[in-house]
Structure formats: C-alpha cells, structure tokens
C-alpha cells in the first residue's frame, strides 16, 4: 500500500508543483516572488499560445513594479507589455507597493491596472463563498490578485 502511494505521488506531485514553478496562480503569472517580469510575461505568452481563450493576467509585485514604469522600462520590456496586452492579458500592479515605492499611478505603462488588494477586515470577514465554480473565470482571477495584493 505503501508503495502506491508513494508511486502516486511520484506522478502527481510534478504536475501539481509546476505551476508554482513557473510563477502562475490559476491564469494569473506573478512576476516579484523569485520570478522576473520577462519570466513571467514568457510563462504567461506561451499558456496564451496554447488555450486563447481563458482569461490570463500578470500581477507585477515588489522590486519588478518599477519595470512596468514610463521611466524603469526598456525598450525591450516595453515590447513585452504591449505583446501581453495584445494577447490580452491584463498587467496588474499591487497599490500597496506602489505606495511603497512611491509612485504615481501616472508612471505607469499605458494599461497597466491597479489593484487595491483585500484588507485585512475583508479578507477575515465572512462575505461567503469566495469559491469559484470556474476557476479560470475572471472574477476568480480577480479575487487570487486581491488576496495577492491584501495588506499585510
């Protein structure tokens, strides 16, 4: 019995870990959490390439926000935003290090969304099931950006 279930382990547990591998969370890619934003951005262009039709995000956290600047940007990184958006993915960056690095929502990247993030009250509150049937839906992807952006 044993030996089963080590052998199923085996098998699973890879496929199971890779997506954290790879810096995704359910269709949204994180770039920050030991992951660069042309990491990220890659992971998130080739999943885009194999299933065009479900929605796909990168959220950009910590030390990466400033590269998704009007004035931390590369010509090359700016390529990789725009080819993102027109593979429509959405570019999420977290208020809370925006406020951190201390910059203005206008230095962004053309399309490059804000999001507020849970606080701590709503992220302990019991407002229901924050389940989702789907969870490629966009309102799940929504809610796993809010609970990456929450307070700390």
């Known amino acids: 019995?044993?030996?089963i279930l080590l052998m199923m382990l085996c098998l699973f547990a890879p496929g199971a870990l890779l997506a954290?591998?790879?810096g995704e969370t359910g269709g949204v890619y994180v770039a920050g959490e030991g992951f660069s934003f042309e990491q990220?951005?890659?992971?998130?262009?080739?999943?885009?390439?194999?299933?065009?039709?479900?929605?796909?995000?990168?959220?950009v956290l910590g030390g990466e926000v400033?590269?998704?600047t009007l004035k931390g940007t590369?010509?090359?990184?700016?390529?990789?935003?725009?080819?993102l958006q027109a593979a429509?993915?959405?570019?999420y960056v977290c208020e809370?290090?925006?406020?951190?690095?201390?910059?203005?929502?206008?230095?962004?990247?053309?399309?490059?969304?804000?999001?507020?993030?849970?606080?701590?009250?709503?992220?302990?509150a019991n407002v229901g099931s924050?389940?989702?049937?789907?969870s490629r839906a966009p309102e799940a992807m929504l809610r796993r950006i809010r609970r990456l952006c929450a307070e700390s």
């Open 1 to 3: 019995m044993r030996r």
């Open 20 to 22: 954290q591998v790879k």
């Open 40 to 59: 990220a951005a890659a992971d998130a262009l080739r999943e885009r390439a194999s299933s065009p039709a479900d929605p796909l995000a990168v959220l």
């Open 66 to 68: 400033r590269r998704v």
């Open 74 to 83: 590369t010509p090359e990184l700016r390529s990789l935003a725009d080819k």
């Open 88 to 91: 429509g993915a959405t570019l």
């Open 96 to 124: 809370r290090d925006i406020r951190a690095a201390r910059l203005n929502p206008a230095e962004f990247l053309p399309g490059v969304r804000i999001e507020r993030g849970w606080t701590r009250a709503e992220a302990q």
């Open 130 to 134: 924050r389940k989702e049937a789907d």
